[in-house]
């Protein structure tokens, strides 16, 4: 098993910055992948950006592209999402979340941040 725990989110005014971390812990060896999604109210689940834990792979959505940045430490078992000039519609839960090798899913989930980005 995998143990997900976010950090980072609060509130913000539009065209700021915050930076999400999530640290994993457990079995560790197993993780392939790490992804940031999110909810707001009233919509579904999105996917926002994901990247390899051992190759150079990255990924992000086209409606944060040039503006959130995911990297990893892999040496702390970490992810981070550095987010920049933010709007109001970024305004979600952001939730970090794992693949681990041998399935094609997202395994483990941590219980999401807020993050609430005023006009």
């Known amino acids: 098993q995998v143990l997900l725990v976010e950090s980072g989110g609060g509130l913000v005014q539009a065209g700021g910055s915050l930076r999400l971390s999530c640290a994993a812990s457990?079995?560790?060896?197993?993780?392939?992948?790490m992804g940031w999604f999110r909810q707001a109210p009233g919509k579904e689940r999105e996917f926002v950006a994901a990247i390899s834990w051992r190759s150079s792979f990255s990924s992000t959505s086209d409606s944060v592209k040039g503006r959130f940045t995911i990297s990893r430490d892999n040496a702390n078992n970490t992810v981070h999402l550095q987010m920049n000039s933010l709007k109001p519609e970024d305004t979600a839960v952001y939730y970090c979340a794992c693949n681990v090798l041998g399935t094609s899913t997202y395994d483990y989930w941590g219980q999401g941040t807020q993050v609430t980005v005023s006009s």
């Open positions: 457990g079995r560790t060896f197993s993780v392939n992948i």
